[in-house]
Structure formats: structure tokens, C-alpha cells
């Protein structure tokens, strides 16, 4: 997504919450629309901006995105697909906007030591004003941290916490530490970015790490050091110091893959601008550190912390009974995914228990246990094949507009050539664009040709409901990303021939190019059809 649309998603969620004044102070040296302000003791605040998840799987505020680096990683960061959810949905019921918040800067000394006990021979006066993030703290002590935040917050300003749109209650909003998938996700630019942009090695430009980033030697004059935070460019999504200065502690055990395997100490993201150079400070940079040292718990000077806002996933009975309706839906195994029955409903496992106990109850009780592994394991599969069916449905739609926004060109072009042709006083100026006229024709066919093969696809792999559903989540792709109003239209025009196509399932290459006449060019200027 372009930064224009990021700025007004940011600011539709700022209506919606909150927001602290946009004065530029020593707690948020650079205010930006969509900045979520949290108060704290004696005047001090943390800010904190929004994460977009983007495209979800319905109701659940999950997506799948991917982590680690590819090329030149180290073992522990070989590129995996996780999950990743929001807590909190800005769009309200019907709608789907899920987004966490993350710290816009580290935690500071003065903000840590508002709540904290000060160190001996240190002075609170002076801590209280210090914009340093701070460090030497052990994870125990940004968890008691949290907990005096938390504490505080409840009893002081309970209603300035998030909320999604049209709740009842506070849904069970706290700060903790992100999360390691929560962190990169964050890092390589949220959900809102083109999928191309997320995969790059940084979120930054050639040679632009150290415009945004203090690393390792910054200045080679000075000896490294933490800096106070904001001094920097900002991160695409607003944050400041987000890859480097201080390594940021997280809620995650460490482990050398992202969701399994031997845990060890706990994750830290980021790089150490006492010793990471700006090409180790990275999104997918990830390293151990172990809670405890020498028999002590143990810190560095150069970790630090950035919180994240989230939220209870069961704050509420009606909570509950959403999740328990939507994964009904979606784990019903008798549902066809990619078109084929898995089989192994509710009904049916039920009706396999019956069946058992009418013959031996004992026989029931013995293999229950393996019944419930297997129907659980079914559902959990059948589950996320459905997200797999939805994530192909969708390519499947967008190779489709493609196609036919190819064709459209090619209409386009052709106006241009027959131009030519008319008016042109020079021969041979004419054979060359009669010739271009007739490739020109015979690309406009390939495109339909392949058009048509999405068509077939979509009738053939996936139920209407999941088409319909699909090509909405397209249409907001391309309104959220500014996409040319041509393929907007179009998008509108696979829905109209998808549904044309499930009667007679036949090519419509003259139908196709009418509407595209209709749809997309003035009257008097469309090309004329063949």
C-alpha cells in the first residue's frame, strides 16, 4: 500500500481511539496522525502506533506472513511461514481491520523509572527527563515493569486503552512484551505493504539503513553508544529505532525454529548499535538471551524494551461464542476444500461413537482417546486448508483481472494503431502498424484465452460462496492500494462473467470485449469489435 493510504488508515484509527494531543514533546519528539498516547506517572507518556495486519482469515484476526531471512541467513532464521494475529478490529462488526499497537519509540529512561525504583547514587530528577531507552534491565524487571504499568493504568486511565470498534466492554486490553513474529511482522512494514515490499531484505532503501538506524560504528570518530531515541529518519510505519540502537527484549522463548523445537532463553530482535553494522540490522535479525548468568538474572547495556498493546483472544462471553461459531464453520470436515469432500463431520464421527458403543461400551471407552486425536487432527487440517483454498481462490481472481486488463490494453493500443493507419501519409509507417495490429490482435487473444482458463479454474476448484467472498477481498485490495479505477472495474466485470460463465461454461470472447467497451471507454471511442 502507498504511504497516502497508510496516513488515512492511520488517521481513521485515531477517530476511533484516544489520542493524545499532537505536541511535540520529550516523550514524542515527532507527532503523527494515528499516534495511540498512554498516560503515565508525573506527566510522562508512551506513544505507541498501529500495525495493520490486512487481509484475514474472517472473524479469526489471524494471517498468515512469513519470517526469516532467505539468502545468506544463519540456520535460525531460515524463512517460515507463521501466524499472526490482531487484537483489535477498527472496522467493527462485518468488517474486518485488525491491528496490535507497537511502542513508536523504545521505553525510555524516564519512562521506565516512573514506575520503577530508581538506582542507587542516580538521580529520579534527572531519569525523569532522560529520552536514553533504557538498559541494564533483566526481562524479570520488565515484566514487574509491565505489571506497575498495567496496574497503573487500570486504576488511573482505564478508558484511555484501545478498544474495537463497537464494543461493550474494554476487551481486556494490556501492554506486554510483542512477541518475535509480532516484532518482524511490525519491522518489514505490516500487512498493508505490497507483498513485493515485504519481502525485501529491509524496509529501507539502497544504502539508507543509517538515514533511519544508528548501527555499529555510526560515527567512526565516537565510540558507540546508545542514543536518545528519535534522532533518526522513521520507519515506514512511524516508528523510531525500531532495527537498531538498542536489541529489544520479547515475549518469545527462544528457539532455533520460530514455533517448535528445544526452548532456551528468550528472543531479542534487533540490532546493538554497540556492535551490529547496518547490515546486520535487519527485520529478520534474531538472537538468545538467557535469563539468567552466573547463578543472576542477567541484562546488557545495550537491550532495551518497546512494548505492544493487545488484548484478552475469550475477554468476553460473546467473545467466545463468535470464535466457537466461526471455527464451526470452518472446521466442518464434510465441507468440500478445492472441491473434494475430506469427509469426517460432526455428525458422522458421532454417529462411528454410536455405532462402537452399540457393540461394546468398553470398546467406546478404550479408543475414545484415538478418536478424539483423529477428529481434532481432521478438523485442524481441514482448517487450514480452507485458508490455503481462500489464498488460492484469490490469485486465481487476481491472474484473471490481470488477464483481462491485458485485453483492455490491447484495445487501447489498437485505437492508437488504426490512428495510424488512417492518417498516416507513409507507406511504409502503415505496413509496420498493420503488422503491429494483427500481434496486437493475437496478444488480445492469448489474454482472453487465459482469461478463460481462470474462469474454468475458479468453477472447477472452489464453491461460489468462496469465490464471491474472494473477489470482495480483491476489490479492497485494489481500492486500499490505489489501483488504477480500470482494474477496479474490471474486478467488477470477473464477477459478472464468473457468474454468466456457471451457466453455459463456454468462452464469451466477443461478450467479454463488449463489456469491456461499455465498462472502460467513452462512447464514440471504443474500438469496434470483430
Not at 474486518?96 to 524516564?110: H, I, M, Q, S
Request: proline share 5%; aromatic share 8%; hydrophobic share 35%.
Amino acid at each position: 500500500m502507498n504511504r497516502a493510504s497508510l496516513v488515512v488508515l492511520a488517521l481513521a484509527a485515531a477517530a476511533l481511539l484516544w489520542v493524545g494531543a499532537a505536541r511535540a514533546d520529550i516523550h514524542d519528539p515527532h507527532p503523527q496522525a494515528g499516534d495511540l498516547s498512554l498516560p503515565m506517572p508525573d506527566g510522562v507518556r508512551m506513544v505507541f502506533r498501529p500495525v495493520h495486519l490486512g487481509r484475514t482469515m474472517e472473524g479469526l484476526s489471524t494471517r498468515m506472513v512469513w519470517v526469516g531471512k532467505g539468502k545468506g541467513g544463519v540456520f535460525y532464521e531460515t524463512p517460515t511461514q507463521v501466524e499472526i494475529s490482531g487484537a483489535f478490529n477498527l472496522a467493527g462488526a462485518g468488517s474486518e481491520d485488525w491491528v496490535y499497537y507497537l511502542g513508536k519509540y523504545e521505553v525510555t529512561e524516564a519512562q521506565f523509572y516512573s514506575l520503577m525504583p530508581v538506582p542507587q547514587n542516580l538521580s529520579r530528577q534527572e531519569l525523569i527527563k532522560s529520552t536514553k531507552p533504557v538498559t541494564q534491565v533483566t526481562w524479570f524487571q520488565a515484566q514487574e515493569f509491565l505489571r506497575r504499568y498495567n496496574e497503573w493504568l487500570a486504576g488511573s486511565a482505564p478508558d484511555k486503552l484501545p478498544r474495537s470498534r463497537g464494543a461493550q466492554d474494554d476487551g481486556g486490553a494490556y501492554l506486554r512484551l510483542p512477541n518475535e513474529i509480532e516484532w518482524e511482522f511490525a519491522a518489514r512494514g505490516g500487512g498493508l505493504i505490497e507483498p513485493s515490499q515485504y519481502f525485501r531484505l529491509s524496509p529501507y532503501g539502497p544504502n539508507q539503513t543509517e538515514v533511519h538506524e544508528w548501527c555499529y560504528p555510526d560515527v567512526v570518530r565516537q565510540p558507540p553508544r546508545v542514543r536518545k531515541v528519535g534522532e533518526k529518519k522513521p520507519h515506514p510505519l512511524g516508528f523510531y529505532d525500531l532495527l537498531g540502537n538498542v536489541s529489544e527484549m520479547t515475549s518469545s522463548i527462544f528457539r532455533v525454529e520460530y514455533t517448535g523445537g528445544r526452548c532456551g532463553g528468550f528472543a531479542l530482535r534487533g540490532g546493538s548499535a554497540l556492535k551490529d553494522g547496518a547490515k546486520a540490522t535487519l527485520p529478520s535479525k534474531r538472537s538468545e538471551m538467557p535469563l539468567y548468568k552466573n547463578g543472576k538474572a542477567f541484562s546488557r547495556n545495550d537491550v532495551g524494551l518497546r512494548l505492544v498493546i493487545t488484548s484478552l483472544v475469550t475477554a468476553s462471553r460473546q467473545d467466545v461464542t463468535r470464535l466457537k461459531e466461526i471455527y464451526q464453520r470452518y472446521g466442518q470436515a464434510a465441507q468440500p476444500v478445492f472441491g473434494v469432500s475430506l469427509g469426517g463431520s460432526s455428525a458422522g464421527w458421532q454417529q462411528l461413537r454410536e455405532a462402537l458403543a452399540s457393540v461394546s461400551p468398553q470398546a467406546l471407552k478404550a479408543v475414545s482417546p484415538q478418536l478424539n486425536e483423529l477428529e481434532a487432527g481432521l478438523r485442524q487440517a481441514t482448517t487450514k486448508m480452507r485458508k490455503v483454498e481462500g489464498d488460492s481462490a484469490l490469485v486465481t481472481i487476481r491472474t484473471a483481472v490481470y488477464c483481462l486488463f491485458a485485453a483492455y490494453k490491447t484495445m487501447v493500443n489498437e485505437m492508437s494503431l488504426q490512428t495510424i493507419i488512417r492518417l498516416s501519409q507513409n507507406a511504409s509507417r502503415r505496413q509496420r502498424a498493420q503488422q503491429n495490429l494483427r500481434d496486437n490482435q493475437a496478444a488480445r487473444d492469448e489474454s482472453l484465452e487465459q482469461y478463460f482458463a481462470q474462469l474454468d479454474l475458479m468453477d472447477r476448484l472452489y464453491n461460489k460462496e468462496m469465490v464471491l467472498k474472494q473477489l470482495e477481498e480483491h476489490r479492497k485490495l485494489l481500492v486500499n492500494k490505489s489501483a488504477a479505477p480500470q482494474k477496479v472495474k474490471i474486478n467488477q466485470l470477473l464477477g459478472q462473467h464468473y457468474q454468466r460463465y456457471l451457466t453455459g461454461k463456454q468462452p464469451d470472447k466477443d461478450g467479454w470485449e463488449r463489456d469491456l467497451q461499455e465498462a472502460l471507454f467513452s462512447q464514440g471511442q471504443a474500438p469496434g469489435a470483430r
